[in-house]
């Protein structure tokens, strides 16, 4: 086995442990969900138990990651990114960046049915930036409206909320990042 590989191995333990302490879930209740005992997956988490497809597989299906991505196989090379789009309440999330790092989204959100959504807040700093349609965009007590080419950033603690302004669906480029990471873009001079 190479050293590339035997590293690999090492740290899958360790990934494991962090990404499910990340999505705040337990140790028990992703043991229960992938159908193995709590101490079967401590010891795969502690790197005592040897990582096996038998494991990793569920593990992937838990998490919905690809299993490369999972164990932190080194990339091989493609740089292209598998889209697989993610339909919650309606809105279609498509990742077009891997995980780690400023996350880069296309999201299609449908027209809203009956009352606007109330705003959230919650960790982060984002940039929107409109497609298609036209966005109503709320930020804490001032709302906008933004056209195809505009754009937007803000502190996603400032309560917020977003959807298409009239009965068509708008399509958006969002870039999210953890508290701290802002979107710079820079222009160059001629």
């Given amino acids: 086995m190479g050293s590339a590989t035997g590293d690999v191995l090492k740290s899958v333990g360790s990934r ?3 990404l499910r302490r990340r999505r ?4 028990v209740g992703v043991a229960e969900r992938i159908g193995v005992n709590e101490s079967t997956l401590s010891r795969l988490e502690g790197g005592i138990r040897k990582p096996t497809l038998e494991l990793l597989l569920p593990l992937a299906h838990v998490y919905a990651l690809p299993l490369d991505e999972l164990v932190g ?3 091989t090379g493609d740089p292209r990114i598998h889209l697989r789009p993610v339909i919650r309440a309606g809105t279609t999330y498509v990742p077009l960046s891997r995980p780690g790092g400023v996350q880069a989204y296309k999201l299609v959100l449908p027209p809203w049915s009956g009352t606007e959504p109330q705003p959230r807040s ?3 700093f984002s940039w929107v930036y409109v497609l298609t349609g036209r966005l ?13 080419g ?3 950033e803000f502190d996603t603690h400032v309560p917020h909320s977003m959807g298409p302004d009239d009965d068509r669906p708008a399509e958006l480029l969002v870039l999210f990042g953890q ?12």
Wanted: charge should be positive; avoid cysteine.
């Fill in 179 to 190: 508290q701290g990471e802002r979107t710079h873009l820079k222009a160059r001079t001629t």
């Fill in 136 to 148: 109503r965009f709320v930020l804490g007590d001032r709302a906008v409206v933004l056209r195809p």
């Fill in 150 to 152: 505009e754009a937007a």
């Fill in 16 to 18: 494991l442990r962090e």
């Fill in 73 to 75: 196989a080194p990339r």
């Fill in 122 to 124: 919650h960790e982060g």
């Fill in 24 to 27: 705040g879930m337990t140790l």
